[in-house]
């Protein structure tokens, strides 16, 4: 589909679901290349990950490594809404784990400053990201991702496990909101 409709609002096509696939073939070979004779505690960061997990996940050559799932701050509307207050489903002790976060996107970088800290603060031997999309021009925090899938304008985007609320996190392709419209 080159254009979809969400809550009222035009999507454009922006990156087709094997583009996309490519970007993470990329991140899962640096992954695999650093990780290979470790063991990684990769922690997904639900919802929006969910599509870029199963895609990476498929893809590292890494025997020993863990996956688990959290839920952290809530994302409204088209806006950030910044400060983590906690986070959900940490059922795992990450002290001297070295911790790969997999995040959807890196925007302001707040969620995942605060993030990196949090597992920082709780003894983890090394915290890294990988997120599939980041907005360059729109970060705020002092936040590397070592892993960065694909750069994006400052723009909003649904598809791929982003979601407008709450819809379009199916979709396998990336769509723009369109503002000509
Ligand atoms: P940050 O804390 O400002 O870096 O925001 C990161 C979170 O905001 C991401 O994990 C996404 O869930 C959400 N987000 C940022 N930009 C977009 C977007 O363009 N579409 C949908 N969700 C977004
Ligand atoms: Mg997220």
Redesign the pocket.
Known sequence: MESITLHGKTFKLLASHSELCKAVEICAEKISADFHSKEPLFIS?L???FMFTAELMKRIDVPKCELCFVK??S?QD?E???I?SHVIGLNRNIEGREVVIV????????????LVNKFKSEGAKSVKIA?M???PD????P?VIDYPGMA?EN????GFG???NEYGRQLPDLY??DNDI
């Open positions: 960061v919802n929006g990950s952290v701050s994302y088209m950030s809404t910044g983590i995040e959807d996107m890196v925007d302001s970088g707040c969620s995942m400053y605060n997120s999309f980041y907005k729109a970060l705020k925090y936040v994006l723009d909003f985007v649904v982003l979601d407008y723009v909101l």
